[in-house]
């Protein structure tokens, strides 16, 4: 089993089915920026809730040896900002574990959408990058503050879309030496959803260094369901 530190940064990289903020750059591409805001956010306000099926999988490498742990689960969200996650089968360098009960995780995001009202208008965005299927922009907080990210959005230019994120914190702990999240979106879902987020981090603690390559797989989302009988009471 993994440790609560790295299980942590599995819960953060399973949370990144939410989505990120942004602000808007005095540039052409301001009105693209506005209309995947407002696309967003319509999309946000009209998700009560959703449950999306989950494959983890997570290889530790340290000094001492390696570990790959894959684990399937259920992933909830309920509107705002609960994330519950239902693990019942976890499998750990190719051997099976048994579970005695289901293991349950819950959490809330805290950190703001880049498009968002808020991420709007505390984030700048620089296209550096456009074709007729794609518009790239770097992302920068106007803050250098604990808890901000900067990265990339990827947009589609037709549709105002998300196509990817790329996310690193502006700060980061002292132990992290590399800390990074990738978001893949599929372009045909009803609203907006990952269907892919990997992270990759480095960290050094008491001087052992560990590497964590993460890999999030999600499918089978289904959207405004009754919970009443799935969630854990």
């Known amino acids: 089993m993994l440790n609560k530190a790295l299980r942590l940064i599995i819960i ?28 967003f956010q319509k999309e946000k306000r009209e998700i ?16 001492s040896g390696s570990v790959v742990e894959k ?15 239902i693990c019942k089968e976890i499998e750990v360098n190719g051997i099976k574990q048994i579970l005695t009960k289901p293991i349950i995780e819950r959490t809330n995001k805290s950190e703001v959408d880049w498009l968002s009202m808020e991420g709007i208008k505390t984030h700048s965005f620089q296209a550096f990058y456009s074709d007729s299927k794609i518009v790239k922009y770097l992302v920068s907080p106007n803050k250098i503050q604990t808890g901000n990210f900067r990265g990339q959005l990827w947009l589609n230019p ?18 992290m030496i590399k800390y ?15 269907t892919q987020t990997l992270l990759n981090a480095v960290y050094s603690l008491n001087g052992k260094t560990t590497e964590i390559l993460v890999e999030a797989n999600f499918k089978d989302y289904k959207f405004n369901l009754d919970l009443s009988q799935e969630l854990p009471k």
């Open 12 to 39: 953060t990289l399973c949370l990144c089915v939410s989505v990120i903020n942004s602000s808007l750059p005095a540039d052409d591409n301001a009105n693209l920026l506005n209309q995947s805001a407002q696309l």
């Open 48 to 63: 009560k809730n959703y449950r999306v099926r989950q494959e983890v999988i997570s290889k530790i490498k340290e000094s």
């Open 71 to 85: 684990r399937i689960q259920a992933g909830y969200f309920q509107s705002p900002e609960e994330y519950i996650f």
């Open 158 to 175: 037709r549709t105002a879309r998300i196509i990817k994120i790329i996310k690193e914190p502006i700060i980061k702990k002292k132990e």
């Open 180 to 194: 990074s999240i990738e978001l893949n979106f599929e372009k045909d879902f009803v609203f907006q959803m990952p």
